[in-house]
C-alpha cells in the first residue's frame, strides 16, 4: 500500500518532497500530538489508521476524525506555522512517510498541484468532522461501532484490528463494559469475531448493512474531493 496524496502528485512535485521524506513505523498508540502542540511533522500513512481525538476538561475523549492511507495528518502546516487542535494517536501500527513542515511549505509554495490538495484533504477532513460530530450524538453505539470498523478495514492490509477496550471506549466516547457488549452483539450476528483486545472481520456485508449513513457520507466525502482516494 502507498499514500494516495503522494501517489496523486505528479513526479516533479514528487521530487521536491522525496528527498525529505522518512519512511518509519508506527507503533499502535504512540502520541504524536497533543492540543496546543506546534505541528513540525506531518505524516503521510501508507497502512493503518491515526485518530484525531477531542480532548475535554474532565480527561474525558472521544474520536472526532480518522486519517489513512488517503490523507495526511498535520498537512495543513504547509501553508503556515499551526498549533494541533485535537489529540493525534496512532490506532493501529501503520507504516507512514514523515516531513518536516518546513520543506513541505517550501514544496507547496512552489507546487501548484500540492496546493489544490493540501485545500481539497483540508475540505474532506472538516465534511468528516462534522460528520461525526452528528454520528456520535444521533447513532447508536453499535451503528457507530460498525462504521469506525469499515472506516479501519478500507485502510489497513488485514481483517484482524487489534485494539484495546480503552481505545474503543474512547473513541466512542463509552464505558468499557458498553464496547464489550456491542462487540458480543456483532460477533453473535456472524459480523465479527471479538477477543480481548482484537477484532477479526468475518463478513464485512453485515457490517454495512448495520452500519449508520454516515460510513456512507465520509466516504462519498473523500471521494469527490479526493478522486484518488477511490
Known amino acids: 500500500m502507498q499514500n494516495l496524496l503522494l501517489a496523486s502528485l505528479p513526479a516533479e512535485d514528487q521530487g521536491l518532497l522525496a528527498p525529505h521524506l522518512v519512511q518509519i513505523?508506527?507503533?499502535?498508540?504512540?502520541?504524536?500530538?497533543?492540543?496546543?502542540?506546534?505541528?513540525?511533522?506531518?505524516y503521510f500513512p501508507h497502512d493503518g489508521v491515526i485518530s484525531m481525538m477531542t480532548l475535554m476538561e474532565s480527561g474525558a475523549a472521544i474520536e472526532s476524525a480518522?486519517?489513512?492511507?488517503?490523507?495526511?495528518?498535520?498537512?495543513?502546516?504547509?501553508?503556515?506555522?499551526?498549533?494541533?487542535l485535537v489529540r493525534a494517536i496512532v490506532q493501529t501500527p501503520t507504516r507512514a512517510a514523515r516531513i518536516n513542515a518546513v520543506p513541505l511549505h517550501e514544496a507547496w509554495e512552489r507546487s501548484p498541484r500540492l496546493r489544490e490538495l493540501v485545500d481539497r484533504h483540508g475540505e474532506a477532513l472538516f465534511g468528516h468532522a462534522i460528520?461525526?460530530?452528528?454520528?456520535?450524538?444521533?447513532?447508536?453505539?453499535?451503528?457507530?461501532?460498525?462504521?469506525?470498523l469499515l472506516t479501519c478495514h478500507d485502510r489497513i492490509s488485514t481483517d484482524t484490528v487489534a485494539l484495546t477496550q480503552e481505545f474503543l471506549a474512547d473513541m466512542l466516547g463509552v464505558q468499557r463494559t458498553t464496547?464489550?457488549?456491542?462487540?458480543?452483539?456483532?460477533?453473535?450476528?456472524?459480523?465479527?469475531?471479538?477477543?480481548?483486545?482484537?477484532?477479526?472481520?468475518?463478513?464485512?456485508?453485515?457490517?454495512?448493512?448495520?452500519?449508520?449513513?454516515?460510513?456512507?457520507?465520509?466516504?462519498?466525502?473523500?471521494?469527490?474531493?479526493?478522486p484518488e482516494a477511490r
Not at 464489550?180 to 472481520?201: F, P
Open 25 to 42: 513505523e508506527l507503533e499502535r498508540g504512540r502520541l504524536l500530538y497533543d492540543p496546543g502542540d506546534r505541528v513540525e511533522q506531518v
Open 66 to 84: 480518522t486519517i489513512g492511507r488517503e490523507g495526511a495528518l498535520g498537512i495543513s502546516a504547509a501553508v503556515s506555522p499551526r498549533q494541533s
Open 131 to 148: 460528520q461525526s460530530v452528528a454520528c456520535n450524538a444521533l447513532h447508536s453505539v453499535e451503528a457507530r461501532f460498525c462504521r469506525w
Open 179 to 226: 464496547v464489550t457488549a456491542v462487540a458480543r452483539a456483532l460477533q453473535e450476528k456472524g459480523a465479527i469475531r471479538y477477543r480481548r483486545g482484537v477484532v477479526d472481520i468475518i463478513d464485512r456485508p453485515v457490517l454495512e448493512a448495520l452500519a449508520c449513513e454516515c460510513y456512507g457520507v465520509i466516504r462519498r466525502t473523500y471521494e469527490r474531493l479526493l
